[in-house]
């Protein structure tokens, strides 16, 4: 639901700036900050669809837990365990460079949360439930969205003397 609701507000606040009803953030309104909206937008757009090409047959809208899909770890995955939404992240942001207004900067922390809830309560479960002690060491190297940050602790078994 915060996907949907973060999507809609995103489409709202350009209509609503159009409109007049919502009134642009001034400091955020000049072209440096215009220049960099475009340029996260691009860069994020690029990368999102990058990242789908690189899951192959494993990508998919949400997760289907009676579907077993590969493991990608390869390409932008052995930066970070969920480039798409790391690349969706800075588009979101560009966005509302764009088009600097609250309705803007709302649609893009509603996103930031839904796909932070996503992946936490939602992937990753399922990629430890499908893939188990493989899932955990490789989100173990590699993190959530930034490299080296929000990596999962692999938990090591105690190796009983035998």
């Known amino acids: 639901m915060l996907f949907v609701f973060a999507f ?39 990368g999102t669809l990058i990242a789908q090409l690189a899951m192959g047959n494993s990508w998919r809208i949400g997760v289907d837990k009676s579907e077993r899909t590969e493991l990608v770890t390869a390409g932008p995955f052995a930066v970070v365990h969920n480039p798409i939404f790391a690349a969706m ?28 809830l996503q992946v936490r309560l939602v992937e990753e479960s399922y990629l430890m439930r499908t893939h188990g002690e493989r899932y955990l060491l490789y989100a173990s190297r590699v993190g959530r969205f930034v490299p080296g940050v929000g990596k999962l602790k692999a938990h090591s078994e105690p190796s009983w003397p035998s």
């Open 89 to 116: 992240i800075p588009t979101s942001l560009g966005l509302a460079l764009l088009v600097p207004n609250v309705a803007a900067l709302a649609a893009f922390l509603v996103l930031v949360t839904a796909l932070e």
């Open 8 to 46: 809609g507000l995103g489409l709202a606040a350009p209509v609503l700036d159009l409109l007049g009803v919502i009134e642009p953030i001034a400091f955020l309104g000049g072209l440096p900050f215009r220049i960099l909206g475009f340029a996260m937008f691009g860069l994020g757009l690029a």
